[in-house]
């Protein structure tokens, strides 16, 4: 017997006018997830910000959250679970492997936090070994890269 979690689906559909649709599946569990649909709907859009201009008006986007690039991932973990205070890199290490039920080195989560310090989106305190990090409330509203 099948699971009624597991049958679950939701589909939602974005009419860009002029320009196209974008079709977002999902499927399972996740479904029944209101923060985590709102999650996917809001990595879509700030996804396909540019893409929009690129859009031909008869073609339709499949957005799959697992064919972003780690970049993109931990950007979205970033700014869907600690948009709000301090965060460390193993808090969203943790989180990105909850997410996307993949492993990620501490060392590749500290690059792309180091990263995005330099660039100005993350304040930091701490020395290396208790360092914390959060977002910088302009750059939420600027869309961190």
Do not use: C, H
Request: charged share 35%; glycine share 6%; proline share 2%.
């Amino acid at each position: 017997m099948k699971n009624v979690e597991d049958s679950a689906e939701v589909e939602v559909k974005f009419k860009i006018p002029g320009k196209g649709e974008i079709k977002l599946i999902i499927k399972g569990k996740e479904a029944l997830d209101k923060e985590k649909v709102q999650g996917y709907i809001d990595a879509i859009l700030s996804k396909t910000k540019q893409e929009r201009k690129e859009l031909r008006s008869d073609e339709v986007i499949y957005f799959d959250l697992n064919s972003l690039s780690i970049k993109e991932k931990l950007l979205w973990v970033i700014k869907n679970n600690f948009k709000y205070g301090w965060f460390r890199s193993t808090d969203v290490k943790e989180e990105y492997q909850r997410q996307f039920g993949e492993t990620i080195n501490p060392s590749t989560v500290s690059t792309y936090l180091a990263r995005l310090y330099n660039k100005g989106f993350l304040d930091r305190r701490g020395d290396r070994a208790n360092r914390e990090y959060r977002v910088i409330e302009k750059a939420l509203e600027s869309e961190i890269p």
